[in-house]
């Protein structure tokens, strides 16, 4: 594994974020895990632009990269998406996290992700992510230290979810 680095990112970077996001499902669609995120490419879904341009906008965005080429990407923002119910404290939330497979990136932005949320004073970080298929993801997310809270089902009833938490 490559050395990572993890800088800030903009609007000047929607265009590496919806590569990041394409490639991410490329390789769902290999792995015929298409329950996530469909089979298109991202960058070809007026849905998921917007989605993109909205949070590389308001929120806090990174780009992971190893040898100055993108690898990874998280937003942090003040709360979650309208489809989940806020909390009664102040919280950072994870949007838009995508990393190339086994480069170590995810691991490092959730990482980065805790110490902005510290640094900030805030201590409780959220992420909610696709819960179904083989429940990959949301065993990722609790090796790296976050709890499942509550599980929720999003898009006309067929995209089953979960929300996590972790203290910082």
């Given at each position: ?73 998280l937003t942090l923002t003040d709360g979650p998406g309208s ?86």
């Amino acid at each position: 594994m490559d050395h990572i680095t993890i800088r800030p990112a903009g609007p000047d970077d929607i265009p590496t974020v919806l590569a990041l996001f394409d490639d991410a499902v490329a390789w769902l669609v290999s792995q015929g895990r298409t329950g996530q995120w469909g089979d298109q490419p991202w960058s070809t879904r007026p849905k998921t632009i917007a989605l993109v341009e909205k949070y590389l906008t308001t929120g806090s965005a990174w780009i992971a990269e190893t040898g100055g080429e993108p690898v990874g990407t998280l937003t942090l923002t003040d709360g979650p998406g309208s489809y989940i119910a806020p909390v009664d404290e102040p919280e950072r939330y994870i949007h838009l996290l995508t990393a190339k497979h086994g480069s170590g990136a995810g691991s490092a932005l959730l990482a980065h992700a805790a110490a902005e949320t510290r640094s900030q004073g805030i201590s409780l970080l959220r992420v909610d992510c696709y819960a179904g298929g083989d429940g990959k993801l949301v065993a990722y997310y609790e090796r790296n230290g976050f709890t499942r809270t509550e599980a929720f089902v999003e898009q006309d009833g067929t995209w089953p979810g979960q929300i996590l938490a972790r203290r910082v």
